[in-house]
C-alpha cells in the first residue's frame, strides 16, 4: 500500500514540475519584476528537489540487473545489497547537494541583478557556483551509469537528459530550452511510475540484539531455498 503511495506522491510531483517549467519558460519572453522572478525560481527550485528525491528514491525498487552472477549464499547476497545501497545513497546525497546549490544559486542570479553582478565579481562565488555545476555534472554522468545497470529505459533517457541540461547551466544557458527538457524528464517520470514494479524490497527489522538489520527480497527467497534443502 505505501509503494502504491509513494507512486501516486511521485506522479503528482512531477505534473507541479511540469507547471513550475512552464512558469519557468513564459518567464524567459516576459519582462517579469524580480519579485515575481523570485518566487517562480524559488518554486522551480523547491519542486525541482522533491521531485528528484522522488525519482531517486524509486531506483531503490529497482533490481541491479548489470550482474548475472546469482549469489550462491546469504551471506553474499546480504553484502551485494548493502554495497548497492551505500552506493546509490552516496551518488544521490552528492547529487541532491550540487542540485540544491544550483537552485540556490539560480534564485539568486535570475531575481537579483546586484547579486549578479556581485558574483560575478568575486573570485569566491564564482568558485562556489562553478565548483557546484560541475559537481552536478558529475553526478548526472554517475546517474546515467545507475540508470544503465538497471537496464530501464526511461531512466536512462531522463539521465541523459538530465546530464544535457547539466551541461548547459554550467555554460550559463538555463533558459527556455532546458526548461523543456525538464518538462520532457517529467513526462518521462510520469510514465515511470505507471510501470514500476516492486522488484526490489528493502525492509528494515530489530533483532534480538537490539540492532537494526536490513533485508530484500533476494534475501527472503534464499532463506527459502535454504529451508527447502
Known amino acids: 500500500m505505501l509503494f502504491y503511495f509513494k507512486k501516486i506522491f511521485g506522479t503528482v510531483i512531477s505534473f507541479f514540475y511540469i507547471f513550475v517549467n512552464l512558469n519557468f519558460y513564459n518567464s524567459i519572453f516576459h519582462e517579469y519584476v524580480n519579485d515575481k522572478i523570485f518566487h517562480i525560481t524559488l518554486w522551480l527550485g523547491i519542486v525541482e528537489t522533491f521531485f528528484w528525491?522522488?525519482?531517486?528514491?524509486?531506483?531503490?525498487?529497482?533490481?541491479?540487473?548489470?550482474?548475472?552472477?546469482n549469489s550462491k549464499s546469504q551471506e553474499?547476497?546480504?553484502?551485494k545489497v548493502v554495497k548497492d545501497i551505500r552506493d546509490l545513497l552516496i551518488c544521490f546525497a552528492i547529487f541532491l547537494v550540487s542540485l540544491i546549490c544550483i537552485n540556490i544559486s539560480r534564485v539568486i542570479l535570475q531575481s537579483s541583478p546586484y547579486m549578479n553582478d556581485v558574483v560575478s565579481s568575486v573570485s569566491t562565488y564564482v568558485l562556489f557556483v562553478g565548483g557546484t555545476r560541475v559537481l552536478f555534472i558529475f553526478s548526472s554522468i554517475v546517474f546515467i551509469f545507475i540508470a544503465v545497470s538497471r537496464k530501464s529505459v526511461l531512466l536512462i533517457i531522463i539521465s541523459v537528459l538530465n546530464l544535457g541540461i547539466s551541461v548547459m547551466i554550467w555554460l550559463d544557458f538555463d533558459a527556455n530550452i532546458t526548461a523543456v527538457m525538464r518538462i520532457i524528464i517529467a513526462i518521462l517520470a510520469i510514465i515511470h511510475y505507471i510501470f514500476l514494479k516492486n522488484t526490489v524490497r528493502y525492509t528494515f527489522k530489530e533483532n534480538d540484539n537490539g540492532k537494526i538489520e536490513m533485508e530484500s527480497n533476494q534475501k527472503?527467497?534464499?532463506n527459502k531455498q535454504e529451508d527447502k534443502k
Open 220 to 222: 527472503l527467497k534464499l
Open 76 to 79: 553474499e547476497a546480504e553484502k
Open 53 to 69: 528525491i522522488m525519482l531517486l528514491y524509486s531506483v531503490f525498487y529497482l533490481k541491479d540487473k548489470s550482474s548475472n552472477t
